[in-house]
C-alpha cells in the first residue's frame, strides 16, 4: 500500500490541475480514481482495484490543508502594472527585419510605453504602443505577417522567492483560464511577467489577479 500512497502523490504533484483540485476538493475522487487507475497500474506495473485508489485518495486529500495549491500566495507576486491600446506584430525573421526593428528601438524608447521584441527560430514578433505602429518605416509594413491590435498588457512583478517555486507560471495563468480569458502573447524576464490579452478582457484579468494574489 505504501508504494500505492507514494506513486499517487507524485502523480498529482507533478500535475499541477490535480494538484490544485485535490488541494480545493474539486473533484469527485470517485472518478478520479477511476480516471488515474491506468497510469498507476504502468507505475507499478501491476493491477490495482479503484477501491484502493480512493481510499488512497481520500487520506492523502485529508492529510493537506484547506489551502489553494500555493504554499503562500503573497509570495508570488509583488506588484502589477497595466498598459493599454497596444498592437502586436508578426515578421518572418530576416537579418534585416531584425536591424530594421532595432533602428525604430533607438529612436522610441523614450515615447512609448512598451516596446517589447521577442525571437522565435523562423520569427519575430514586436509588441508596443499601437500609435507607433501605424507609423513603422514602409519596409516593416509591407513585410508583416500578422497583426493585432487593441492589446494591453498586464505587467506582473514577481517576488524573488517565486523564481524558485514550481509552477509560479501555471497558478497565474490558471486563475485567467477560469475566467475564460485567452493570453494573446507572453514575454518574461528575471522578476517579471508580461501577460499580454485584448483590451476588453484587461479590467476582469487584473482584478481575477490582484484578488488571489495580493488581497486580503
Given at each position: 500500500m505504501r508504494r500505492l500512497n507514494d506513486s499517487i502523490i507524485q502523480l498529482i504533484e507533478a500535475n499541477q490541475t490535480l494538484s490544485t483540485g485535490i488541494r480545493n476538493k474539486l473533484f469527485?475522487?470517485?472518478?478520479?480514481?477511476?480516471?488515474?487507475?491506468?497510469?498507476?497500474?504502468?507505475?507499478?506495473?501491476?493491477?490495482?482495484?479503484?477501491s484502493s485508489i480512493l481510499m488512497a485518495l481520500s487520506r492523502y486529500q485529508s492529510s493537506l490543508d484547506k489551502?489553494?495549491?500555493i504554499d503562500d500566495k503573497n509570495k508570488i507576486i509583488q506588484g502589477l502594472s497595466v498598459f493599454t491600446d497596444l498592437g502586436v506584430i508578426t515578421f518572418l525573421k530576416s537579418k534585416k527585419i531584425h536591424e530594421a526593428i532595432m533602428t525604430s528601438y533607438d529612436k522610441v524608447i523614450e515615447k512609448v510605453k512598451v516596446f517589447n521584441v521577442t525571437e522565435g527560430i523562423t520569427e519575430i514578433t514586436l509588441i508596443t504602443d499601437y500609435e507607433f505602429i501605424k507609423k513603422l518605416p514602409l519596409f516593416l509594413k509591407k513585410n508583416i505577417k500578422t497583426e493585432s491590435n487593441s492589446i494591453s498588457?498586464?505587467?506582473?512583478?514577481?517576488?524573488?522567492?517565486?523564481?524558485?517555486?514550481?509552477?509560479?507560471?501555471?497558478?497565474?495563468?490558471?486563475?485567467?483560464?477560469?475566467?475564460?480569458?485567452n493570453i494573446v502573447e507572453i514575454a518574461s524576464t528575471g522578476t517579471e511577467l508580461l501577460i499580454y490579452l485584448k483590451n476588453v478582457d484587461t479590467e476582469l484579468a487584473l482584478?481575477?489577479?490582484y484578488k488571489r494574489f495580493l488581497g486580503n
Open positions: 469527485n475522487l470517485s472518478q478520479l480514481s477511476r480516471f488515474i487507475k491506468p497510469q498507476l497500474e504502468v507505475r507499478l506495473r501491476k493491477e490495482i482495484t479503484e489551502v489553494i495549491a498588457c498586464i505587467a506582473v512583478q514577481l517576488t524573488n522567492e517565486s523564481t524558485n517555486m514550481r509552477g509560479t507560471f501555471y497558478f497565474i495563468f490558471q486563475e485567467l483560464y477560469f475566467q475564460g480569458i482584478e481575477t489577479i
